[in-house]
């Protein structure tokens, strides 16, 4: 029980230093926080302290939530969130001033509103359409003017949250989908030296082989997951008074182009570390290259780590693209000299041919996906 507790408050302790000491994740969401606390002051301070409105609970809360993630995510759920808590108000309401009796009025609303909810164009807020019809029929007598007053302070509350989250540092995530295809780029050139180190040292086992499938197979998820960070650097760019104040802009073809490469990359590394892995089992369905063969492939496994990396450097580093076309251009000569080597020392035995040939299928994909970059 100690030990878990003491890795939360570390984990924390880690979270919370690297929020004071440098821009990042951590940071970003302090900033979040911190906004969407002020938006629910403002929004309490002005409805509910200056103007003493009837339901002012209700701006403050819906200010709070509406301090998104993105700007544009803020506005379009804002916009929803209001349709929502609109049409539950209207709907219970009606039926309320009609029936005259809450507990009837609740048994035949909750079920219209919950279906209303999952209207597509109410999206994730369909929800609210409960919310609202609850706090009509829950919150004493039924009145018109409550009512209005409730969707009034719906729209402020609305308000307050949109224009906190857009004037006060409004978030961009451009850090996030350049870290994210450097973390991808830098596992893929690790896993391929791991490789290749043990190619070159023959000192390749199952276990070993284990890990480095496991690894090129958690790969395609950093990918994934740059490809999804790139989308919301996007996102975060729309509506945002930021970009025009730092001159900034969203991801360009060079991300698009950089994860197409490590999509490629992840793949035929899976592929790679595939044939070593059942090269290395104990039963054996396919045969290990013998040594001359593993040290030219670990060689050409080399070089292209090395080029995955001066790939991602030339893109979003200082790294220009002269270093990147001479390493490209090494790698396909030595793939050509490892095809011919494959193919002047084919062995006898069928299952070191199979061997051979998947190697080298995945070789020739990684060299014509990073020589495509070239052009």
Same mark, same amino acid.
């Given at each position: 029980?100690?030990?878990?507790?003491?890795?939360?408050?570390?984990?924390?302790? @880690?979270?919370?230093?690297?929020?004071?000491?440098?821009?990042?994740?951590?940071?970003?969401?302090?900033?979040?926080?911190?906004?969407?606390?002020?938006?629910?002051?403002?929004?309490?301070?002005?409805?509910?302290?200056?103007?003493?409105?009837?339901?002012?609970?209700?701006?403050?809360?819906?200010?709070?939530?509406?301090?998104?993630?993105?700007?544009?995510?803020?506005?379009?759920?804002?916009? +929803?969130?209001?349709?929502?808590?609109?049409?539950?108000?209207?709907?219970?309401?009606?039926?309320?001033?009609?029936?005259?009796?809450?507990?009837?009025?609740?048994?035949?609303?909750?079920?219209?509103?919950?279906?209303?909810?999952?209207?597509?164009?109410?999206?994730? +807020?369909?929800?609210?359409?409960?919310?609202?019809?609850?706090?009509?029929?829950?919150?004493? !007598?039924?009145?018109?003017?409550?009512?209005?007053?409730?969707?009034?302070?719906?729209?402020?509350?609305?308000?307050?949250?949109?224009?906190?989250?857009?004037?006060?540092?409004?978030?961009?995530?451009?850090?996030?989908?350049?870290?994210?295809?450097?973390?991808?780029?830098?596992?893929?050139?690790?896993?391929? !030296?791991?490789?290749?180190?043990?190619?070159?040292?023959?000192?390749?086992?199952?276990?070993?082989?284990?890990?480095?499938?496991?690894?090129?197979?958690?790969?395609?998820?950093?990918?994934?997951?740059?490809?999804?960070?790139?989308?919301?650097?996007?996102?975060?760019?729309?509506?945002?008074?930021?970009?025009?104040?730092?001159?900034?802009?969203?991801?360009?073809?060079?991300?698009?182009?950089?994860?197409?490469?490590?999509?490629?990359?992840?793949?035929?590394?899976?592929?790679?570390?595939?044939?070593?892995?059942?090269?290395?089992?104990?039963?054996?369905?396919?045969?290990?290259?013998?040594?001359?063969?593993?040290?030219?492939?670990?060689?050409?496994?080399? !070089?292209?780590? +090395?080029?995955?990396?001066?790939?991602?450097?030339?893109?979003?580093?200082?790294?220009?693209?002269?270093?990147?076309?001479?390493?490209?251009?090494?790698?396909?000569?030595?793939?050509?000299?490892?095809?011919?080597?494959?193919?002047?020392?084919?062995?006898?035995?069928?299952?070191?041919?199979?061997?051979?040939?998947?190697?080298?299928?995945?070789?020739?994909?990684?060299?014509? @996906?990073?020589?495509?970059?070239?052009?």
């Amino acid at each position: 029980m100690i030990q878990p507790v003491w890795h939360w408050l570390q984990t924390a302790g @880690q979270a919370v230093r690297r929020a004071w000491e440098e821009p990042g994740r951590e940071r970003d969401i302090v900033v979040q926080a911190l906004k969407a606390a002020l938006a629910a002051w403002v929004a309490w301070a002005v409805a509910g302290w200056w103007l003493k409105a009837p339901v002012a609970f209700v701006a403050p809360w819906v200010a709070v939530v509406l301090v998104e993630s993105t700007v544009y995510r803020s506005i379009a759920r804002g916009l +929803q969130q209001l349709a929502a808590i609109a049409t539950g108000t209207v709907v219970a309401t009606g039926v309320a001033l009609l029936l005259h009796n809450t507990m009837t009025a609740m048994a035949l609303v909750l079920p219209t509103v919950v279906l209303l909810g999952h209207w597509q164009r109410l999206g994730s +807020q369909g929800i609210y359409a409960a919310t609202g019809a609850l706090f009509v029929l829950t919150n004493g !007598q039924v009145t018109l003017a409550t009512s209005a007053a409730r969707i009034a302070e719906a729209v402020f509350g609305a308000l307050v949250g949109i224009t906190v989250n857009a004037l006060i540092r409004p978030p961009v995530y451009l850090r996030d989908s350049r870290a994210a295809l450097q973390d991808a780029a830098g596992e893929a050139h690790d896993i391929l !030296q791991a490789v290749a180190d043990g190619m070159a040292e023959d000192r390749w086992d199952a276990d070993e082989a284990a890990t480095w499938h496991e690894r090129a197979l958690r790969l395609e998820r950093l990918v994934e997951q740059a490809r999804s960070a790139i989308g919301w650097s996007r996102e975060s760019m729309r509506v945002n008074l930021r970009r025009r104040s730092r001159a900034l802009s969203a991801p360009g073809k060079d991300y698009d182009d950089a994860v197409v490469v490590l999509d490629y990359a992840a793949v035929h590394t899976a592929g790679v570390t595939r044939a070593v892995l059942e090269a290395a089992s104990e039963d054996r369905p396919a045969a290990r290259p013998d040594p001359s063969a593993a040290r030219r492939y670990a060689d050409f496994l080399h !070089q292209t780590a +090395q080029a995955l990396q001066l790939y991602c450097d030339s893109r979003f580093g200082t790294q220009d693209d002269h270093e990147l076309r001479q390493a490209v251009r090494k790698l396909r000569d030595t793939h050509d000299e490892l095809r011919r080597h494959l193919a002047c020392s084919v062995p006898d035995d069928p299952g070191e041919v199979a061997t051979y040939g998947t190697l080298l299928t995945q070789a020739r994909r990684l060299v014509d @996906q990073l020589v495509a970059t070239e052009a």
